[in-house]
Nanobody, 117 residues
Framework: QVQLVESGGGLVQPGGSLRLSCAAS????????MNWVRQAPGKGLEWVSG???????YVADSVKGRFTFSRDIAKNICYLQMHSLKPEDTAVYYC???????????WGKGTLVTVSS
């Protein structure tokens, strides 16, 4: 079955960096568009970044120039490299697969990123 497992979250100081990972299994990873979505405490879901089945990536304006989405097809893992982190980046970060009808049909359980001094 489809599984997505995030890791790499933690506590980091403002200005610091983290790399999140999402290990995928149970589907042809290279053929699907993948998203990172986050949810800050007390707020709704916010799309952060997406990567196509090809080499194209997209990022939200709020993280442009600071976050980079990549994937390792051989390992079935995608990554969210985050630099210059701000307190407002504090959130649970989820990876999600985009299904046939452009819906996010599978989600991981999330990994918590806390940016605080």
């Amino acid at each position: 079955q489809v599984q997505l497992v995030e890791s790499g979250g933690g506590l980091v100081q403002p200005g610091g960096s983290l790399r999140l990972s999402c290990a995928a299994s149970g589907f042809h990873f290279s053929q699907y568009y993948m998203n990172w979505v986050r949810q800050a405490p007390g707020k709704g879901l916010e799309w952060v970044s997406g990567i196509s089945g090809g080499p194209f990536t997209y990022v939200a304006d709020s993280v442009k120039g600071r976050f980079t989405f990549s994937r390792d097809i051989a390992k079935n893992i995608c990554y969210l490299q985050m630099h210059s982190l701000k307190p407002e980046d504090t959130a649970v970060y989820y990876c999600a697969r985009v299904g046939t009808y452009n819906e996010m049909d599978y989600w991981g359980k999330g990994t918590l990123v806390t940016v605080s001094s």
